[in-house]
């Protein structure tokens, strides 16, 4: 698996796909509240979730800063660092992290995968923006239950352009999106024009180890970063095994949680190197 690259941007406009946000109906909560699994269906999103200590995330960020030092000295940029899991085993250790992995099942339940895993690394005065989007535009994947888990390597908040999310926009299903201008300096190529008229806005203030998990039909976005600050996430995605990838993306998916009585998805080993 090891030097497989796999597309971030795929074109899936000929994929027969379900995007219809499911509610979430869980009884035997380990992790959650189910004040928060009432978040989650009302507002698409809980935050904060304290997943890393200080101590912890000191170590993520150094061993984050390195990775990153050597990303860009090999040609690449603090956005390219994607699939990270298939080449990283720390980063692998990260995604099947267990108390992340326990919040995922009390959403999706026993049987899960972790199949993304993507550093969203804005760098001090940034140009760059996150238009507002639904993460199931652009994934070849069906029914629409993936949940994203972002997890804040530094601090994020209003200065340094935190992800912002638009309240309850997860329960008009799938928008119609345009094509990004170079305008818009978007670091993906998306944008959901009037889009505020979905949800309100929230700003998805975290600490440094904190976490917040969002629908994939949730839309959310986030601004350049003008300030002197860094402001680094890392993105863990996850599904229950009965969502179906197309385009290769099967291979992605690690078996974290249950069993997958279909043997679809990849379930790639630790990477043995870093």
Known sequence: MAGQKFDILPNVTTEERDLRFQL?????????STAQITQFNERGYIAPIRVFNKEQIIGIRDYFDNLLERTIASGGNSYSISSAHLEHGHVYDILSNTRIVAVVKDLLGEN??????????KMPGDGKAVAWHQDASYWPLTPSRTVTVWVAIDDADRKNACMRFLTGSHHHGHLTWRPSTPEEHNVLNQTVENAEQYGDPVDNVLEAGEASIHSDLLLHGSGANHSNRRRCGLTLRYAPVEVRAAQGWNAKGVL??????????GNPSRPTQD
Do not use: E, M
Request: net charge negative; charged share 15%.
């Open 112 to 121: 899960i995968v972790g199949w993304g895993s993507h550093f969203f690394c």
């Open 24 to 32: 979430v109906d869980n009884s035997s909560l380990t992790t959650l």
């Open 256 to 265: 974290l949680s249950g069993t997958d009585p279909d043997d679809h998805w």
